[in-house]
C-alpha cells in the first residue's frame, strides 16, 4: 500500500491491514482538505432508512409465519431478471428481503405466488420482452393461480410513459417501483396489503445508499459487488443516467467489509459493478481512486479473481493500467465499450474521445499486459452514420482485433438527444452493416480466443457442463470458457487445465 499512500501525497507507515491504511489516507486527506473525517452524503439517513426497513421485514415476516402455521403453505417467489450484471445485482438483494421474510425461490415462475420483473430499457427490444411475457403471465395468474401477486422494478419502470402504460393496460400488476428504492421491498408488500393496487412507488432520484440488508448470491464461489450507482456521462444515445441517476459511489470502507466478509464466507471471484468504474470515487467527499479501491481489495485474503465492469475510456488512467500490470489477481480481461470508430460519431454521442485516443489506451493496455483480453461494445446505426463512419468502426475492429464484441443496433430511447436527431439511418442500411459487422467480430474473436491453445491455465470451476454431466466448465482469467472431464465437487475451487483442443469462442481442456 506504500505506492497508494504516495499517490495521496503521504508518507504513512506501512499498516499490514488495507482497511487501516484506507481510514489514514482518508483522515489524512479529510485534515488537508478540512472537511469531516467520516462524511458520506445523507449517511445518517441511510442507517435510519435501513432500521426502518427492517423493521418491515420484522412485520412482513410475522405475517408470513401466520400464514405458514395456518395454511401449511410456504410461500414461493420467482424474479426474471432482464438486462445487465447491475440488474442481477439488484436481484440478489430483492431475493434477499424475500427470504429474509420467508419466502422461498422457485424456478417456474407459474408456480410463484410472487413473481417480480426485474427490468431492463436500454434497448427498445427489452421493453417487447417484458410486455411478451407480462401477457403470458396474466393468462397463467387468470387460469391456474389466481391469487399470484406481480411486481414491476427497474430501469423501464424508471419512464413515466411505461408507468402509464402499465397503469391502463396491465391492470393486472399489483405494484410497481423503480431502480432507486429496491431496499423498501418489504414496505412496498406491507403496503400492498393494505392500499389498493397497484401501489406505485417510484423515486426520480435518491442520495442514498442502504447498507447491510440481506442478499442472497446465485453462485457460492463469486459474486458481483456494486461499489457505484447511476451514471454522470449522458451519452447522447443512453437512457441509463435518466433512469439510473446521478453517479453515486459508495464509501470504500463499505466496499471492502462487504467484499472481506464474501471472501470469508468462501467467494473467490469479485466484479466490481459500476456504469462507469474508471471515475470511482470522484465524487465521494474524500475522493479514492479506483486504484486504490483495487489494491485494497487485493490485499484481502482468499479472493484471488478481481474483475470490474463496465469502464469509459475517457477516465481510463495510467494508474489503473499500472495497477493491472502489478496485480496477480486482477483479471487480464478489459471491457472496454468503443461504441463507434469514426471521430464524427463519438463527438456527436458524447463520448470524449478520439479513434487515436481508444487506439493508444489498447497499446498501453496491451503492453502493460501483454495477454489482456479485450472486449467492447459497438453501436451501428446511430445517426447520421454514414458509410465512411461505419468503415472507420471496421477498421478499429481490425486494429484491436478484440476477443469478444457485443454489437448492438441502434435504438432510440425517447428522452435522449439522439431520438430527437434528424438524420437516423434506414432499417436495411443498419441492418447489413450490422451482419458485416458481426462477421468481421466473430472471425477475429474465434482466431483471438484460441491463442491459448496448448497452455497450462487456471480455471475457476463455475458449474457441470449442461450439455455433458461428466464434464465441468469454468472460466479463464481472460473470461473464456473451458470444458473439461470432472465432477461436481471442483465448483468453486481454481484448477490447473490444459487448454487441449480451440473450439472458436471456448476451449475443451484436460485437467492436469
Ligand atoms: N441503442 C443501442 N445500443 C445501446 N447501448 C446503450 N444505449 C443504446 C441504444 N440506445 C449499448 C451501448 C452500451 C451497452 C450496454 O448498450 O453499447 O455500452
Ligand atoms: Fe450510458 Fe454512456 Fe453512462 Fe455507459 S457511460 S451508462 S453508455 S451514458
Redesign the pocket.
Known amino acids: 500500500m506504500q505506492g497508494t499512500s504516495e499517490a495521496f501525497g503521504l508518507k504513512v507507515f506501512c499498516f499490514p491491514h488495507f482497511m487501516t491504511d484506507i481510514l489514514i489516507m482518508q483522515a489524512a486527506a479529510c485534515w488537508r482538505r478540512n472537511v469531516p473525517e467520516r462524511y458520506s452524503v445523507n449517511r445518517e439517513e441511510s442507517e435510519k432508512e435501513l432500521a426502518l426497513q427492517q423493521e418491515y421485514i420484522r412485520i412482513m415476516r410475522e405475517r408470513v409465519e401466520e400464514r405458514i402455521a395456518k395454511t401449511r403453505s410456504v410461500p414461493t417467489y420467482h424474479i426474471e431478471t432482464f438486462g ?1 450484471q447491475m440488474n442481477a445485482k439488484d436481484s440478489e438483494k430483492l431475493a434477499g428481503i424475500l427470504e429474509e421474510i420467508g419466502y422461498v425461490h422457485t424456478e417456474t415462475e407459474e408456480q410463484a405466488d410472487l413473481v417480480l420483473y426485474n427490468t431492463c430499457t ?2 427498445e427490444n427489452a421493453n417487447q420482452k417484458v410486455y411478451g411475457r407480462l401477457g403470458q403471465l396474466n393468462s397463467i395468474r387468470k387460469h391456474e393461480h389466481t391469487d399470484m401477486k406481480i411486481i414491476l422494478c427497474g430501469c423501464m419502470m424508471q419512464e413515466p410513459d411505461e408507468i402509464e402504460n402499465v397503469r391502463t393496460k396491465y391492470t393486472f400488476v399489483n405494484a410497481v417501483f423503480g431502480t432507486h428504492n429496491i431496499f423498501r421491498l418489504a414496505q412496498l408488500l406491507y403496503r400492498m396489503e393494505t392500499e389498493k393496487n397497484p401501489v406505485i412507488d417510484v423515486w426520480e432520484g435518491t442520495d442514498k445508499i442502504v447498507e447491510d440488508l440481506p442478499s442472497v448470491r446465485k453462485y457460492a464461489f463469486k459474486s458481483g459487488v456494486n461499489i457505484m450507482y447511476g451514471c454522470n456521462n449522458f ?1 447522447s ?4 443516467p435518466y433512469v439510473r441517476g446521478r453517479e453515486r459511489s459508495r464509501e470504500p470502507i463499505d466496499i471492502l467489509r462487504e467484499i472481506e466478509r464474501l471472501a470469508k464466507d468462501g467467494v473467490k471471484e469479485v466484479m466490481l459493478l459500476g456504469q462507469n468504474v474508471n471515475s470511482y470515487g470522484k465524487t465521494l467527499d474524500v475522493p479514492v481512486s479506483f486504484s486504490t479501491l483495487l489494491k485494497g481489495v487485493a490485499e484481502i485474503d482468499g479472493i484471488e479473481r478481481i474483475r470490474f465492469m ?1 469502464s469509459h475510456p475517457k477516465d481510463l488512467s495510467d494508474e489503473l493500467i499500472e495497477t493491472m500490470r502489478d496485480s496477480s489477481k486482477i483479471c487480464n480481461h478489459f471491457h472496454l ?1 468503443l ?1 463507434s470508430g469514426s471521430d464524427r460519431i463519438l463527438k456527436v454521442m458524447n463520448r470524449h474521445y478520439t479513434k487515436a485516443q481508444y487506439l493508444n489506451i489498447v497499446e498501453k493496455l496491451r503492453e502493460a499486459v501483454p495477454d489482456i483480453s479485450i472486449t467492447t ?3 451501428v446505426g446511430f445517426p447520421g452514420e454514414t458509410e465512411e463512419d461505419f468503415l472507420e468502426t471496421l477498421d478499429v475492429v481490425r486494429r484491436v482485433r478484440f476477443d469478444s464484441a ?1 454489437t ?6 425517447t428522452g ?1 438527444p ?1 431520438a430527437a436527431m434528424e438524420d437516423q439511418v434506414p432499417e436495411d442500411v443498419v441492418k447489413e452493416r450490422f451482419e458485416r459487422l458481426l462477421k468481421l467480430v466473430q472471425s477475429i474473436g474465434q482466431e483471438m480466443s484460441g491463442r491459448d491453445v496448448g497452455k497450462v491455465l487456471p480455471v475457476l470451476v463455475e458449474e457441470v457442463n449442461r450439455q455433458d454431466g461428466s464434464m465441468v466448465s469454468g472460466r479463464l482469467t481472460n473470461n473464456t470458457l473451458v470444458h473439461f472431464k470432472g465432477e461436481e465437487k471442483l465448483i468453486g475451487s481454481i484448477v490447473n487445465v490444459r487448454l487441449a483442443e480451440s473450439k472458436g469462442f471456448y476451449y475443451i481442456g484436460e485437467r492436469v
Open positions: 445487465c436500454v434497448r451519452c444515445y443512453c437512457i441509463v463496465t465499450p461504441q461494445d459497438i453501436i457485443f448492438f443496433i441502434y435504438s432510440p430511447r435522449t439522439a
